[in-house]
């Protein structure tokens, strides 16, 4: 089984589990294209089924990352990637990922913090949340 993206204009609009070979008799006259994804492929990255640990076989590394519904399809990358999630943010083209203007930070800043770190568009920085 392989997982596959139906992309119309660039956009992800529908992902489905098939065997190749449902294609050859599929009829699907509705625009777009079918483009196989990786479901185990993130951050350019090809990982074991359900898990976090890198596979050893980087050639089943596809297209950047599983496509999801509302990611971009860049066929001159032939990548799929998320929604940009703030205008100031860029495309890493190595990892197909997003990226901060300012790096994500590390450790605790107050000593007794016990919140999370969220981007704020408006001042273009990570800022503390507590819950």
């Given at each position: ?6 992309v119309?204009?660039?956009k992800v609009?529908?992902?489905?589990v ?16 079918w483009?196989q ?8 990255v090809?990982?074991?089924p ?6 050893s ?5 596809l297209?950047?990352?599983y496509?999801?519904i509302?990611?971009?399809y860049d066929?001159?990358l032939?990548a799929f990637y998320?929604p ?9 083209t190595g990892?197909?990922t ?6 994500y930070p590390?450790g ?5 913090w016990?919140g999370s770190?969220?981007?704020?568009e408006?001042?273009?920085?990570w800022?503390?949340s507590?819950?």
């Open positions: 089984m392989g997982h596959y993206a139906k119309r204009q660039g609009v529908k992902v489905i098939a065997e190749a070979s449902f294609f050859d008799h599929f009829i699907d006259d509705s625009p777009g294209k483009i994804t990786s479901y185990n492929t993130r951050g350019g090809h990982y074991e359900n898990s976090n640990v890198t596979s076989d980087q050639s089943k590394a297209r950047g990352n496509a999801g509302g990611y971009t066929s001159t032939d998320p940009k999630p703030f205008n100031s943010w860029t495309l890493n990892s197909f997003w990226e901060s203007p300012e790096p590390t605790d800043v107050t000593g007794s016990t770190w969220n981007w704020e408006s001042s273009l920085s800022v503390t507590s819950f």
